[in-house]
């Protein structure tokens, strides 16, 4: 199943290219928000007056390469302390749901995220990395919201 998933995905990029999936905003902010599968959003925050008070907008939309992904850009920008989860979860694959179990359970030994329901939780970052990651940021769950001015609310009690 696994090899069939890969090709659905490559041919999805050749006929829907999304070349827009990651903004930067301020270079001095310490906040990421991820915005799922929300395109609409992500776009949306990322013309707002909230880019400016947010170091990266973007989407994930994959339980084990996406959030790879996300744990190694987070701990190699130690500038990084929250990250935001809104937008809607990825029917089926719902990786905002296994970004907060490996956010609060890790990884086993064989690099799968505990507690994930996700049908491929397999991550190849260190048990190491995902200590880092997790020492590192705090996590807001605003699974589901796809409100910009309810979103900014989040982000205005965080530090930048």
């Known amino acids: ?15 829907f290219p999304i070349n827009d999936d990651v903004f930067f905003g301020n270079p001095r902010s310490s906040i990421v928000i991820c915005t799922l599968s929300s395109m609409r959003l992500l776009k949306e925050i990322a013309d707002s ?10 989407r994930l939309l994959s339980e084990n390469k996406g959030i790879d992904s996300l744990v190694k850009y987070i701990i190699a920008n130690k500038t990084i302390s929250a990250i935001i989860i809104c937008g809607k979860d990825t029917y ?10 490996l956010y609060k359970n890790g990884i086993d030994g064989d690099g799968r995220i ?21 020492r590192q940021v705090k996590i807001a769950d605003k699974i589901g ?7 900014k609310l989040a982000v205005d009690p965080l530090k930048f």
Do not use: W
């Not at 089926?92 to 179990?101: A, C, F, M, V």
């Not at 507690?115 to 200590?131: A, I, M, N, Q, R």
């Open 1 to 15: 199943m696994n090899f069939m998933e890969n090709i659905v995905g490559e041919i999805c990029k050749i006929l």
């Open 49 to 58: 007056d909230l880019i400016s008070k947010i170091a990266v907008v973007g």
């Open 92 to 101: 089926g694959h719902r990786p905002g749901h296994s970004l907060l179990e």
């Open 114 to 134: 505990i507690g994930s329901c996700s049908p491929d939780p397999l991550l190849t970052v260190t048990k190491s990395e995902v200590f880092a990651f997790q």
């Open 145 to 151: 919201e796809t409100n910009v001015s309810k979103i």
